[in-house]
C-alpha cells in the first residue's frame, strides 16, 4: 500500500469573523499516527474537515503525499474517514456498506467479494455481511465504519472522535484494536480526540491544540514528561504549578515552597512557572540525593481510589498541592492533618512558559 | 392487563369510524346491488359503456399525472428546504403552508381570475401584442392538471421534506469521502433515504386526485369530467343505484392502483438500490 505523508504550511481558515485555525504548520510523516488533542473550539476538527475536503482554507496550502489537495473535491482525495457517530449507511447491508467505496472505484465481482470479506475478517465480523447497521451494537458498527474506511487501502485514514459514543470497556477495548489495525495497515492516521488518555494511548505523537494553533506537538511520553507550556500541562494529565523566581546568583527561587534550586537552563525564570506530576512527588528520609528539593507539608485530603491514593496537601508556606502514591507493598495510608516531608527530583521538575 | 385497558383509547375513533364510514360504505354496497332486487345491472352499464370507462381511465390518468408532476416538482424544493439552515426551513415551510390556508374553491376560482377570456395572463399578453385575442386557456385538460398539481403540491412537498429530515447529513459526507461524487451521493445515499416518504407523498396525491371534484368541473370542459364529476350527475338525475356503484368502483380503483403503485415502488427501490453493482 502507498503510504503517504500530509503536510500543513501556513494555513488559515476563517469562518466570518472567526478564526479556526491561525497560521497552522504541520508534518506527519507516512505512516505515522498522529493525534489532534485540544477542546472542543481548538480547531483540531476543523483541520480533520480540511483534510477531508468538507471546508475549504483561506490561506495557505494542504498537501497529501505530494499533491496539493486544496482544490480537490473530497471523492478525489482517496481518504479513508471514521465518523464520530460511525455514519453508516442505514439502507445498506454492512457488505454493501463495506463495499460502498469499492463499487464507487469500479470494483465489481470476485475481487470486490475477497476485499470486502478480508475487512470485514479484519474487524472480526465476518459472519455479519448480510445484517443491517440498525441490527449490530455500538461497537460492532464501529468495526464496519472501520473496515468501510480501510477497505480500499487509502494511504490516509482519518478518525474523528471514532470512540467517542462507547462506553469505558469498550473503548479500552478498540484502542488496542485500533492500534493494532495500524500496525497490521501501515497507513497514516489523524485521529482527533478530546481524550488525553485515547491520546497518550494510541499515537506516535499528539498534537495539543489551542486556539486554531499547535501549542505543542511531541512524542506522548514527551508532551507527559517535558510540557512546553502551562496550558499543555495542564491540559495532558494533572500537575502542580509552582511560580518561581530568579533567586540568588543563577539559581531560582520557589516561594510556595520556601525554597531555592539550581536553574534547570538559561531562559531564566521570568514568566515562567514550574511543573511538577503528582506522583514525582514523594515522601523523603534523610537519605535521598541531595538533587532533590525538599519541603514540609500537611495532608488536608484523601482519596482513595484503589491502587493509588491522591493527598491534596498544604506547604508549610500556605501552598495548596497534589500528590500520589502507589500502593505498593505494606504502604500506609496518610491521613488529614499528617505533617510529613515531602520533595521531588529536580530532573523531575519541568519550566513551563506561562501560556 | 395493560393491553387490555389501552385500548379503550381507540374506542372515539372506532365509534366514529363505524357510524360515519363503514356503515355508510356498507350502505353504499347495498344500494348499488339492491335496485330493488339483487342485481348487477349498475356495474355492468358501467362497463359496457365506452362513456364511462373512458371518464375511470381519465380519473386515473390525471390523477397519476398530477401525482408524478408534483413528485417531481416537489422532491427538488422538499430537498432545497431541507438542506438550509434550520431557521430558513422553518420560514420556507411557513411559505409552503400558506395556500392551504385557502379552500380548494377558492383557489380555483382563483384560476378562473388569472386564465380567463379577460383574466390576468389573456389581458397581459394582449397588452403586450403577443396575442391578437384571447387565448382559450380555461375549460382544457391542461388547465385541470395545472390547477390540481398547484394545489396538491404543498402536500408532496411538506410529505417528502418530513422523511428528509430523517436523513443524517453527515451520511452525505460519508459517501462523498468514501469516493462519491456528488450525484452519486445523491443517488446512492439521499434518495434511497428519501425513497419511501417520497413515494408516500406521491400515493397520498394520487388518492386526493381520484377524488377530485371542485378544480374539473370549474376549470374544465366535458372531455375533462372525473369519476367525481360523474358522480354528482348521476346523484342530479336520481339515479342513486348508479352514483352508488360508480362509487364502489372508485373505491375499488383507488385500493388497486395504490397497491399496484407501492408494488412497483418497491421493484423500482430495488432497482435504485443496484445502481453500480
Given amino acids: 500500500m502507498a503510504v503517504a505523508g500530509i503536510t500543513f504550511e501556513n494555513v488559515t481558515k476563517r469562518y466570518g469573523a472567526v478564526v479556526a485555525l491561525d497560521q497552522f504548520n504541520l508534518t506527519v510523516a507516512p505512516g505515522e499516527f498522529m493525534t489532534f488533542l485540544g477542546p472542543s473550539g481548538s480547531g483540531k476538527t476543523t483541520a480533520l474537515n480540511i483534510l477531508a475536503g468538507f471546508a475549504g482554507i483561506t490561506e495557505g496550502n494542504v498537501r497529501i503525499g505530494d499533491r496539493s489537495v486544496v482544490n480537490l473535491p473530497p471523492e478525489k482525495r482517496n481518504v479513508g474517514m471514521v465518523f464520530q457517530s460511525y455514519s453508516l449507511f442505514p439502507h445498506l447491508t454492512v457488505f454493501e456498506n463495506v463495499a460502498f467505496p469499492l463499487r464507487l472505484r469500479g470494483e465489481r465481482g470476485a475481487t470486490l ?141 520557589i516561594a510556595a515552597l520556601g525554597t531555592q534550586m539550581a536553574a534547570l537552563d538559561d531562559h531564566g525564570a521570568a514568566g515562567r512557572t514550574l511543573s511538577v506530576r503528582p506522583e514525582k512527588i514523594r515522601q523523603i528520609g534523610q537519605g535521598d540525593a541531595d538533587t532533590t528539593i525538599s519541603f514540609d507539608a500537611r495532608v488536608t485530603d484523601v482519596v482513595f481510589q484503589g491502587d493509588h491514593v491522591q493527598y491534596q496537601a498544604v506547604t508549610s508556606g500556605g501552598a495548596p498541592l497534589t500528590f500520589q502514591e502507589h500502593r505498593g507493598h505494606g504502604a500506609r495510608l496518610q491521613q488529614a492533618g499528617d505533617a510529613l516531608r515531602l520533595g521531588f527530583d529536580v530532573a523531575d521538575a519541568v519550566p513551563v512558559q506561562n501560556q | 392487563m395493560k393491553r387490555l385497558s389501552l385500548i379503550w383509547l381507540l374506542l372515539p375513533a372506532a365509534l366514529l369510524l363505524a357510524a360515519f364510514i363503514v356503515m355508510p360504505t356498507f350502505d353504499l354496497i347495498r344500494a348499488s346491488i339492491f335496485d330493488p332486487e339483487f342485481t348487477l345491472k349498475h356495474f355492468q352499464r358501467l362497463v359496457e359503456r365506452g362513456v364511462y370507462v373512458d371518464v375511470m381511465w381519465r380519473t386515473v390518468r390525471v390523477s397519476l399525472i398530477v401525482a408524478v408532476i408534483c413528485t417531481i416538482v416537489g422532491y427538488p424544493v422538499a430537498m432545497f428546504i431541507n438542506l438550509q439552515p434550520k431557521k430558513r426551513q422553518v420560514a420556507l415551510l411557513f411559505l409552503i403552508l400558506i395556500p392551504m390556508w385557502m379552500s380548494v374553491l377558492i383557489r380555483t376560482f382563483a384560476w378562473i381570475v388569472v386564465l380567463g ?44 421534506y418530513s422523511a428528509m429530515t430523517e436523513i443524517d447529513l453527515d451520511l452525505m459526507r460519508a459517501a462523498r469521502v468514501l469516493g462519491a461524487r456528488r450525484w452519486q451521493a445523491l443517488t446512492r445515499v439521499y434518495l434511497p433515504l428519501s425513497y419511501d416518504g417520497t413515494l408516500t407523498g406521491l400515493v397520498i396525491v394520487f388518492m386526493m386526485s381520484m377524488g377530485f371534484f371542485i378544480t374539473p368541473a370549474l376549470l374544465g370542459g366535458r372531455q375533462d369530467m372525473m369519476i367525481a364529476n360523474l358522480i354528482e350527475f348521476q346523484v342530479q338525475h336520481l339515479n342513486w343505484s348508479f352514483a352508488a356503484a360508480i362509487g364502489i368502483v372508485l373505491l ?3 385500493v388497486a392502483m395504490i397497491l399496484l403503485l407501492r408494488w412497483t415502488g418497491r421493484f423500482a427501490f430495488r432497482r435504485l438500490l443496484n445502481v453500480g453493482r
Fill in chain 2, 252 to 254: 375499488v380503483l383507488t
Fill in chain 2, 117 to 160: 377570456r379577460e383574466g390576468l395572463i389573456n389581458d397581459l399578453m394582449i397588452g403586450l401584442g403577443l396575442a391578437d385575442g384571447p387565448v382559450q386557456m380555461l375549460y382544457t385538460s391542461g388547465t385541470v392538471i395545472t390547477a390540481m398539481v398547484q394545489i396538491m403540491l404543498p402536500i408532496q412537498i411538506i410529505t417528502c
Fill in chain 1, 113 to 253: 467479494e475477497t476485499k470486502v470479506r478480508g475487512a470485514l475478517e479484519m474487524v472480526h465480523l465476518a459472519e455479519f455481511g448480510k445484517r443491517m447497521p440498525n441490527e449490530l451494537s455500538g461497537g460492532q458498527r464501529q468495526r464496519v465504519a472501520f473496515a468501510r474506511a480501510v477497505v480500499f487501502e487509502p494511504p490516509v485514514l482519518l478518525m474523528d472522535e471514532p470512540l467517542g459514543a462507547l462506553d469505558l470497556k469498550l473503548r479500552e477495548q478498540m484502542q488496542l484494536e485500533i492500534k493494532r489495525y495500524h500496525q497490521q495497515l501501515g497507513c497514516t492516521i489523524i485521529f482527533v480526540t478530546h481524550d488525553q488518555g485515547e491520546a497518550l494511548t494510541l499515537s506516535d505523537r499528539v498534537a495539543v491544540m489551542r486556539d486554531g494553533k499547535i501549542a505543542q506537538v511531541d512524542t506522548a511520553q514527551d508532551i507527559y514528561d517535558r510540557p512546553s507550556t502551562r496550558y499543555v500541562a495542564e491540559f495532558i494529565g494533572r500537575t502542580n504549578l509552582f511560580e518561581i523566581e530568579q533567586g540568588q546568583g543563577n539559581g531560582w527561587s
